[in-house]
């Protein structure tokens, strides 16, 4: 196989076997508290994602720190199957958000999802900017724990519960340093390194992080309204729907 085909040959692949996942997820018992099967679904779905992208990426600037001195350059096999890997996840719940007719509602998440599949894709296409697309897939490692937060609220498990109470915990102090952290940096960065960037994926990756700053930041408050600020939720849990 061609070099250049590689990476998009990967993510293509990525996005069948996740769809394989969900498909073997679905046919597994739920617990009788689940009342939105396809949510549990994709939910798990997204915890493999997260677990194995946001480790993943660790592992692979452990395996080649001077990734971590040049975020452009430098590109190892591993970190890119890894990034390649992760679109095909993101362009496999683009198509399941418009498949289950469920993109209207959860039209964050579409953007979101958009706006990566277009910053990773051109470290996929051009094996640049690699070491800066394993920065950004940190970001899962607080993915997880929001993930696992979903699974409890879904699984009927109470907000008091010393299991859910300590998940909610990590899941905040993750958030702020996998999230609302890496993002200030990785928007320091691409201003300190404005000259070595070309327009296109200088324009991709501002407008990315500008996307996924505002969300993240709203997501934050509402994280917070949900599991600390609020004693008695007069609402659904937003997270969670």
Known sequence: ?????????????????????????LRFPM?????????????????????????????????????????????TMPSHLLVSMSTG??????????????AKSHWELVLHHI??????????????Y????????????????????????????????VIYRTNSMINIGMYILFRICTLAWMTRWIVINRDMIPFIPFTLGSVGLAIMTIINVFLFFRLLQSDFLQKKPKHKDWFSE
């Open 130 to 161: 690699t070491g800066f697309a394993l920065v950004a897939l940190t970001i899962e490692l607080s993915s997880a724990f929001l993930h696992i937060r979903q699974l409890l609220h879904m699984g009927g498990v109470s907000k008091r519960n």
């Open 115 to 128: 706006t990566v599949i277009a910053c990773f894709g051109c470290a996929v296409v051009t094996k640049l």
């Open 31 to 75: 617990p009788k508290s689940v009342r939105n099967p396809w949510k549990w679904t994709n939910t798990f779905v997204s915890l493999v994602h997260s677990s194995l992208t946001g480790l993943g990426a660790l592992l692979c600037f452990y395996q080649a720190p001077e990734m971590t001195k040049d975020l452009i350059t430098p590109v």
């Open 1 to 25: 196989m061609e070099t250049g085909v590689v990476g998009p040959s990967v993510a293509v692949m990525s996005m069948v076997v996740f769809g394989v996942i969900s498909r073997t997820v």
């Open 89 to 102: 996840y993101f362009m496999y719940d683009v198509l399941d958000l418009f498949v289950s007719k469920k």
